[in-house]
């Protein structure tokens, strides 16, 4: 049997040149929104709804939802917490629906929703994702949420170190220049991810904003095996697979 | 004075994210049309009139034009020679107006014709390129043509060795997350340009149609001084600069 195929799309914007209603898509959107849902499952939550305007999120909490939303490092007047994964407690979501509130990373969802299906992925779910996408013998796009539209170096790196196990797995091979560039960007990055990470544009914003107390969290490997799954307009925890 | 700003847009599908009106844009598609019209200038052609689609071409052609127009790998049956850099040699090109047919590249100027001045960027004069955003003191982007709004490796490469001399000179800067990756992988592969180039997918597309004569010619750094400039809608060489 053939190997399958990864694929790296930089950005939402460039997504339609990549779409495929066979691939398996994994967003990815590191600083914040995909490690907070990670997160929020790891503690129990049993539903993310995923929503990306500050309306939706709104109209949302008016109907009792409990919803997780900021901007610009604020947290929303109407939201119970905003957007860190560290405030995805066990004592907050346990057996909870959350609205959370993104909006790079919930237009990526919604795109990749065409694919045959759409997973959470982040550092801290890197080996599950890759186990999963190994077991099911399907091709890969990592969609990478990146910056309004534009490239960034976390979700890059992500998507590289995805790469660099799924070819290194003997499973997958790729032809796609993003993939490349992201694995040897990986590669040059994996021994101070941190330090690597500390250049970037996005590291930077955060700092700014008094938000990158995340960043050494987010950042770390594999500290579940829980993966998240979109179902409908909400995400699960993918069941049969831990 | 504040440092001046180089941004690297990986996709014309991203453009619309970077488009600044003040900034001098660099459009790169190494392989191959940006290097076979620096070729072209280089071997004393007066005017480039680039053209998107074989339609465009043939009307040239019609017009009495001397037309540059292959696809996959084939000369048109109505136009005088193929895309090569190859074909652009002084007995052929010198004070002539050529038509050069390009999907990408060509999508690539019409985009970058917003900012305050569109150059033709290849390795082949790179330094000269940024001798001269030196010495405009404005922003620069490069704009990589890509491969069917793609991020591909080759132009990335040039992207980054235009970023690293650019902030070595100490008169730019950069918190362009594209800039940063790309100058990395230029880094990693400029001591081996030809073998790192080798992985990617538009070196497979070349060879599997026997193009890839051209790689090692379009890879060279700095044979000229020349830089193509838009003027209206053709290319002429930048006069009082080389």
């Given at each position: 049997m053939g190997k399958n195929k990864i694929e790296v799309c930089f950005s939402p914007a460039l997504y339609p040149y990549f779409e495929n209603p066979e691939a398996i898509v994994v967003v990815s959107d590191i600083l914040r929104a995909s490690s907070a849902i990670c997160t929020a499952f790891i503690n129990g939550a049993d539903?993310?709804?995923?929503?990306?305007?500050?309306?939706?999120?709104?109209?949302?909490?008016?109907?009792?939802?409990?919803?997780?939303?900021?901007?610009?490092?604020?947290?929303?007047?109407?939201?119970?917490?905003?957007?860190?994964?560290?405030?995805?407690?066990?004592?907050?979501?346990?057996?909870?629906?959350?609205?959370?509130?993104?909006?790079?990373?919930t237009q990526a969802v919604q795109l990749a929703s065409s694919g045959y299906k759409v997973i959470i992925g982040a550092f801290l779910n890197l080996q599950a994702l890759c186990d999963y996408a190994i077991s099911e013998s399907r091709d890969i796009i990592v969609l990478c949420a990146g910056w309004k539209h534009k490239f960034n170096l976390e979700d890059t790196l992500f998507a590289g170190a995805m790469t660099d196990l799924l070819i290194e797995s003997g499973k997958f091979e790729t032809i796609c220049d993003s993939a490349l560039a992201s694995r040897d960007l990986w590669n040059l990055a994996r021994h101070d991810l941190i330090g690597y990470?500390?250049?970037?544009?996005?590291?930077?914003?955060?700092?700014?904003?008094?938000?990158?107390?995340?960043?050494?969290?987010?950042?770390?490997?594999?500290?579940?095996?829980?993966?998240?799954?979109?179902?409908?307009?909400?995400?699960?925890?993918?069941?049969?697979f831990e």
């Open positions: 539903r993310i709804i995923p929503v990306g305007t500050i309306e939706e999120a709104r109209e949302f909490k008016s109907r009792g939802y409990m919803v997780a939303a900021e901007r610009d490092g604020i947290v929303k007047d109407f939201a119970d917490f905003g957007n860190s994964p560290f405030n995805f407690t066990p004592e907050r979501v346990n057996n909870k629906h959350i609205v959370y509130s993104t909006t790079n990373g990470v500390d250049k970037s544009a996005q590291r930077n914003r955060l700092k700014k904003n008094g938000l990158d107390d995340v960043i050494e969290y987010c950042l770390s490997l594999d500290l579940s095996r829980i993966i998240p799954v979109l179902e409908k307009d909400y995400l699960v925890k993918l069941s049969g």
